[in-house]
C-alpha cells in the first residue's frame, strides 16, 4: 500500500541552526501539508502546497519557515534559524488532486532544538 | 466504555466491549470530518471520514454519528481490542485544505 514517508525520524539541532525535512509524498497525489505536533498536544496545520505554490498557511509558519518541492518527488520543510519552541513533531500528509478526500500522514519526523 | 460530554481527554474500555469518543467541533462552516488513530511514536491513520450531509456512516467495527445540529461527532468501535488502544482525533474541514484536529482521546483497552 502506497505511504508517504519522512526522513530523517528524528533530527537534533542546535538553537539557531536551519533543518530541512524530507518527505515523499504518495506518488499520484497532487496537495501536500505540513502539520506539527508539540509534545501531548493535538496536531496543529502549518502549510498547503499544490500547483507549486503554497495554497493555505498558519500563523506558525512565519519567515522562518519555507516549503519546497524540488524534483517532483520530494517535499521538504526548511527551518532557517531554529527556536527552542520549534521542538515537535513534524508530520507530512498527501491528498489526491480532486478536494475533500483524505489526508494520509507520513510518520513524522521528531525535531529536537537544543 | 463512553467519554461523555464534550470531550474527555482518557477512555477506558474492556476488552470486548463496544466504544464510544465524542468530539465537539468549532466550526458550524466545516462540511467534511475525519477519524484518525495515533498509536505511539506514529502519524495519524486514517480510520473514518463523514461528509455533512450525512449523519452516519459506517465502517468494519467503526460507526460515525454526525450531529450538525449541535456540532458533535462521535466515534463508536465495536468488540473493542488491544490494538485499538491509541489516541483518537477527530478532526473537520471547512474549506479545501487544512484540517482542524481535536485535542485527542486516549483510549485504553483492558484485558
Known amino acids: 500500500e502506497p505511504e508517504v514517508t519522512q526522513t530523517p525520524s528524528h533530527q537534533v539541532t542546535q538553537m539557531g541552526q536551519e533543518v530541512i525535512l524530507r518527505c515523499v509524498p504518495i506518488?499520484?497525489?497532487?496537495?501536500f501539508y505540513w502539520y506539527r505536533q508539540i509534545l501531548g498536544q493535538k496536531v496543529e496545520f502549518l502549510v498547503s502546497f499544490y500547483n507549486n505554490e503554497i495554497s493555505e498557511k498558519s500563523e506558525i509558519f512565519d519567515d522562518q519557515f519555507s516549503v519546497e518541492r524540488p524534483d517532483g518527488s520530494n517535499f521538504t520543510l526548511k527551518i532557517r534559524s531554529t527556536k527552542l519552541e520549534d521542538s515537535a513533531m513534524y508530520f507530512c500528509?498527501?491528498?489526491?488532486?480532486?478536494?475533500?478526500?483524505?489526508?494520509?500522514f507520513g510518520a513524522g519526523t521528531r525535531l529536537s532544538v537544543l | 466504555g463512553e467519554s461523555v460530554g464534550l470531550h474527555l481527554p482518557t477512555l477506558s474500555v474492556q476488552e470486548g466491549d463496544n466504544s464510544i469518543i465524542n468530539c465537539a467541533y468549532s466550526?458550524?462552516?466545516?462540511?467534511?470530518f475525519i477519524w484518525y488513530k495515533q498509536e505511539s511514536g506514529k502519524g495519524p491513520q486514517f480510520i473514518i471520514d463523514?461528509?455533512?450531509?450525512?449523519d452516519k456512516r459506517q465502517g468494519q467495527r467503526v460507526t460515525v454519528l454526525l450531529n450538525k445540529t449541535v456540532k458533535h461527532l462521535s466515534l463508536q468501535i465495536a468488540a473493542t481490542q488491544p490494538g485499538d488502544s491509541a489516541v483518537y482525533f477527530c478532526?473537520?474541514?471547512?474549506?479545501?485544505?487544512?484540517?482542524?484536529f481535536g485535542a485527542g482521546t486516549t483510549v485504553t483497552v483492558r484485558a
Open positions: 466550526n458550524s462552516a466545516s462540511d467534511y
Open positions: 500528509a498527501s491528498q489526491t488532486g480532486s478536494t475533500k478526500n483524505i489526508q494520509y
Open positions: 478532526a473537520e474541514r471547512a474549506d479545501d485544505y487544512k484540517l482542524s
Open positions: 463523514i461528509r455533512s450531509n450525512m
Open positions: 506518488s499520484n497525489h497532487l496537495y
